[in-house]
Nanobody, 124 residues
Framework: QLQLVESGGGLVQPGGSLRLSCVAS????????IGWFRQAPGKGREGVSCISSNDPTTHYAESVKGRFTISRDNGKNTVYLQMNSLKPEDTAVYYCAAEPLTVCGLSRDEYDYWGQGTQVTVSS
């Protein structure tokens, strides 16, 4: 059974950092594009970052460029999202998603496999 499990969320003060992890089971991430998405209360799910299965090419939403870094460790079947200089507007549930594609994108419609999400709250 294909499964994605996120972890690493929590409460952090503005300016702080968190590292989210997305661990895959039931399949090998090597051939999958992976996306990170987030959904704040009352808002739609937006693409934050993604990483392709090969180069690996990465993409970021404008709102997180220079602050977030996506990476993958295929040996651990895990994708990470390092989040620095966090802002209150980064508060959301963060989801990882996977799709057997070479090239990644930031549209939720591109992904069929989703994790359950992890809450990130940025507040003083």
């Amino acid at each position: 059974q294909l499964q994605l499990v996120e972890s690493g969320g929590g409460l952090v003060q503005p300016g702080g950092s968190l590292r989210l992890s997305c661990v895959a089971s039931g399949f090998t991430l090597d051939f999958y594009a992976i996306g990170w998405f987030r959904q704040a209360p009352g808002k739609g799910r937006e693409g934050v970052s993604c990483i392709s299965s090969n180069d690996p090419t990465t993409h970021y939403a404008e709102s997180v460029k220079g602050r977030f870094t996506i990476s993958r460790d295929n040996g651990k079947n895990t994708v990470y999202l390092q989040m620095n200089s966090l802002k209150p507007e980064d508060t959301a549930v963060y989801y990882c998603a996977a799709e057997p594609l070479t090239v990644c994108g930031l549209s939720r419609d591109e992904y069929d496999y989703w994790g359950q999400g992890t809450q990130v709250t940025v507040s003083s």
